[in-house]
C-alpha cells in the first residue's frame, strides 16, 4: 500500500485555508449584497427608479396571465359587481378609427413622477415613495376619492366591499383607495419583480419587462435607449414609470 | 350704528313642531343610511370606481354653496349698506352655519373611513383644495360666529361693516374653493376653471330662493308678516343672479365647445338622449331658469309672496339639477386615453358610465337637509334672531328714518 505523505508547512497551510475559506465565504458576502432587500428601517432610495416597459406587440388577445396573477398576489376578489370590483391592473383592447388595427394594452397605476392624486389628496395619504412608487397610506385614506376623480389613467379602485382573509403584504379594507403598488413588498423583499411582470414572463408572452428606470445597466434602461416607448398621456407631463412599446 | 330692528325668540307653535318633526325625520332617514353604508360598505349605493361621487355630493355641495350664498343678504346690509336688510342679518348668518354643517355632515358621512375625520381635520397637503376646503370651512364657522356676536351685541354693532366685510371676502374665497375642486382635475373633460365663478353665481342664487322660502315660512307659520318692499327685493335679486348663473353658464359651455377635444363631452352633455342632457334642459334651463323669470317678470305673480315663492323652489330644484348635472355627466363621459383609438375594457374604458342613485344615498342626503333644519329651528326657539316684522311699515321706516339721519 502506497503511503502519500503530505508535505505542507505552516505558511502553506494557513494559505491554503485563508483561500478555501474566503472561497467558501465571498459569494455568500457578494451576493447576498447583490439580493438582499432593504432593512425594515432603511428607507427606500431615490438612487432607484422602479418602472415597466410593456411591449403590446407581444401582448395577445386571449393572454390575462397579468390580471390573474396581479389578483391573486394582493388577494382582490372578484364580488360579482363589476362596477364597484377592484381592478389594480385590467387588460384594453384598442381598435383604430380608421385602419381597425387592435392592440392590447395592460393598464395600471403609471407610478407618475408628478401624480395628480398625490396633489389632490387631502391627508397626503397618496404619496410617491423615494424610488417611485405611488402608493396608498391605508392608516391615513379617508376614503373621499378624490384620487379616483384626478387619476387620467383611471388605474385607482374604492374598496366597496367587507373583506377578509387579507394577505399580510397586501394590507386593504373597506373604504380605502387602493392601486397597483408595483409589488413593493417583492422590491422590499429583494425580488425586484411585479406579479404581472413574472406571470407574462412564464405564461404569457414576455411582453412586461420590469426594472430600475435608473441603472443604465438594466434591461429595462437599455430598452428603452434602444426602441421607440411612449407615456400614456404624455401632454399632461406627469412623467410616468410606465412606458409602452407599440402603440 | 345700533341696530333698532325688534326681534323674537320663537315659541313653540304647530308650525315649528311640524318642522322640527321633519326635520327630525329628515336626520334619522338619514343615520340609518349612513350606519348602514358603514356596515356593508358603499356597494349599496349607485357609486362605483366609474362615477366617483354621486348623490350624496350633490346634496353636499349644494348645502355648501347654499351656505355661503345664504350669508349674501347679511353682507348686503353690513357691506353694500342697504339698510333694508339689516333685520335679516342674524337670520342670514344663521342659516349660513346650517345650511354648511348640513353640507359637511353629508360629506363626511360619505367618506369610505367618516371615522377617520381627525386624521382629515389633523393631516393636510397643502398642494390639495381639499385639504384648505377643510380650514375654509372651518373658518368659515368662526367668522360668522364673531359677525353674530357682533350682531347680538349691541356695544359691538359698530364692528358689524368691518366683520361683515371680512365675513364676505371669506365666503366668496370659501365658494372659490369649492368650485375649485371641480376646477383642478387635469384628467375630465367635464370640468374647468370656470367652475368657481359659476359656483359663487350660483351660490348667490341658491342662498335668495332659500331665503325667501324660508321668508315665507316665517310669513305663513309664525306670523312674521312680509311687505311688499322685502318681496320686491327679493324678487329684484332673484332676478340678477338667474342672469348672472345663466350668462355664466352659456359661457362655460361656448367656451368648452371652442376646444376642439370638448367636443364629444358636449354633445354628450347638451345634445345627446340621455338622463344630463334632459337635466341641463328641461330641468336646469326650463325649470331653473326660464319658468322662473316668466313667474318673475309676470306682473300679476312677481307682486305676490306666492309667486316670488314659486319662483325661488322652481330655481332651487333648476341648482341641484343643476349640480347633479356638472358633477355627474363629467364622470359618465369616458376618459379619452388613447385619441384615435376606440377602447374596450373589463373596467368600462370607452364606455359611458351609467349612474343610478340607491336610496341610501337619497336618505344620507336628507339627512343633511335635516341637520341643517333642525338645528335652524332649535337655533331661533332658544335665540332671537328672527325680526317681529317684516312689514313696509318697519322695514322702510327704518330704511328711512336711518336714511334720513345719514343726509
Known amino acids: 500500500m502506497k503511503k502519500y505523505e503530505i508535505k505542507l508547512n505552516r505558511r502553506d497551510f494557513l494559505k491554503n485555508s ?9 459569494p455568500g458576502v457578494f451576493f447576498q449584497e447583490l439580493a438582499h432587500g432593504r432593512a425594515l428601517d432603511e428607507p427606500a432610495s431615490a ?28 388577494g382582490i376578489e372578484d364580488f360579482g359587481r363589476p362596477t364597484t370590483d377592484t381592478q389594480w391592473i385590467r387588460k384594453l383592447k384598442l381598435t383604430h378609427d380608421t385602419s381597425g388595427e387592435t392592440i392590447n394594452v395592460p393598464m395600471m397605476c403609471q407610478h407618475c413622477e408628478n401624480p395628480p392624486c398625490v396633489d389632490v389628496c387631502p391627508t397626503g395619504a397618496s404619496f410617491v415613495r423615494a424610488d417611485g412608487i405611488v402608493l396608498v397610506n391605508k392608516h391615513t385614506c379617508i376614503g373621499c376619492r378624490y384620487c379616483m376623480m384626478s387619476c387620467p389613467y383611471k388605474a385607482r379602485s374604492f374598496v366597496h366591499e367587507n373583506l377578509e382573509n387579507q394577505l399580510p403584504h397586501a394590507p386593504r379594507g373597506k373604504g380605502c383607495v387602493e392601486s397597483c403598488t408595483l409589488c413593493v413588498h417583492k422590491i422590499d423583499n429583494g425580488e425586484n419583480t411585479t406579479a404581472c411582470a413574472e406571470a407574462c414572463s412564464k405564461d404569457g408572452q414576455q411582453a412586461i419587462l420590469f426594472g430600475d428606470l435608473k441603472d443604465p445597466k438594466s434591461e429595462i434602461s437599455k430598452q428603452l435607449k434602444k426602441y421607440e416607448t411612449k407615456e400614456v398621456r404624455s401632454d399632461l407631463g406627469l412623467n410616468t414609470a410606465v412606458r409602452y412599446r407599440g402603440i | 350704528m345700533r341696530d333698532k330692528t325688534e326681534y323674537m325668540v320663537v315659541e313653540f307653535s304647530k308650525a315649528t313642531m311640524m318642522f322640527g318633526i321633519i326635520a327630525l325625520s329628515f336626520i334619522a332617514v338619514g343615520l340609518f343610511s349612513f350606519i348602514t353604508l358603514e356596515h356593508e360598505g358603499h356597494w349599496l349605493t349607485g357609486m362605483n370606481n366609474q362615477i366617483v361621487w354621486g348623490l350624496p355630493h350633490v346634496f353636499a355641495i349644494f348645502l355648501i354653496i347654499a351656505a355661503s350664498g345664504i350669508l349674501n343678504i347679511a353682507s348686503i346690509s353690513s357691506v ?4 333694508i336688510y339689516k333685520s335679516l342679518g342674524r337670520l ?21 373611513r367618516p371615522d377617520r375625520l381627525v386624521v382629515a381635520m389633523t393631516t393636510f397637503n397643502f398642494k390639495s383644495i381639499f385639504a384648505w376646503n377643510i380650514f375654509l370651512y372651518s373658518g368659515f364657522m368662526a367668522v360668522i360666529a364673531l359677525y353674530l356676536w357682533m350682531m347680538f351685541e349691541a356695544r359691538y354693532n359698530k364692528f358689524v361693516t368691518k366683520v361683515g366685510t371680512f365675513a364676505f371676502i371669506w365666503r366668496v374665497t370659501l365658494t372659490t374653493g369649492t368650485g375649485s375642486i371641480f376646477a383642478f382635475l387635469v384628467a375630465k373633460d ?48 332673484l332676478i340678477y343672479f338667474i342672469f348672472t348663473v345663466f350668462y355664466l353658464t352659456i359661457l362655460t359651455h361656448l367656451t368648452s365647445l371652442y376646444v376642439t377635444k370638448n367636443h364629444g363631452f358636449e354633445i354628450f352633455l347638451l345634445f345627446s338622449q340621455n338622463i344630463y342632457t334632459f337635466l341641463f ?10 319658468l322662473p323669470l316668466i313667474i318673475l317678470y309676470n306682473k300679476k305673480l312677481s307682486e305676490s309672496s306666492f309667486g316670488v315663492l314659486l319662483a325661488s323652489i322652481l330655481v332651487i330644484f333648476g341648482s341641484f339639477a343643476m349640480l347633479y348635472t356638472i358633477i355627474i ?14 377602447e374596450n375594457s373589463s373596467f368600462y374604458d370607452g364606455a359611458i358610465s351609467s349612474y343610478m342613485p340607491s336610496i341610501y344615498e337619497l336618505m344620507l342626503g336628507l339627512g343633511g337637509f335635516g341637520i341643517s333644519a333642525a338645528i335652524y329651528i332649535f337655533a331661533i326657539m332658544v335665540l332671537d334672531f328672527t325680526p317681529r316684522y317684516l312689514d313696509d311699515e318697519h322695514t322702510l321706516g327704518q330704511n328711512n328714518k336711518e336714511k334720513s339721519i345719514t343726509e
Open chain 2, 281 to 290: 334642459w328641461f330641468c336646469q334651463i326650463g325649470i331653473g331658469t326660464l
Open chain 2, 190 to 237: 367635464g370640468y374647468g376653471t370656470l367652475m368657481a365663478p359659476l359656483f359663487i353665481a350660483l351660490s348667490l342664487l341658491l342662498g335668495t330662493a332659500i331665503f325667501y322660502k324660508i321668508l315665507f315660512w316665517m310669513d305663513k307659520g309664525l306670523g312674521v308678516s312680509l311687505g311688499s318692499e322685502i318681496i320686491s327685493r327679493f324678487r329684484k335679486l
Open chain 1, 47 to 74: 438612487k432607484k427608479r422602479w418602472g415597466m416597459l410593456i411591449n403590446t406587440n407581444q401582448c395577445t388577445d386571449e393572454c390575462d396571465a397579468c390580471v390573474t396573477a396581479c389578483n391573486e398576489e394582493h
Open chain 1, 18 to 26: 485563508s483561500m478555501v475559506g474566503m472561497a467558501t465565504i465571498a
Open chain 2, 92 to 112: 342670514s348668518a344663521l342659516l349660513a352655519i346650517c345650511l354648511l354643517t348640513g353640507g359637511l355632515i353629508v360629506l363626511v358621512l360619505d367618506l369610505g
Open chain 2, 329 to 342: 355627466s363629467a364622470q359618465a363621459y369616458p376618459l379619452d386615453l388613447f385619441p384615435g383609438y376606440s
Open chain 2, 80 to 83: 353694500f349698506n342697504i339698510k
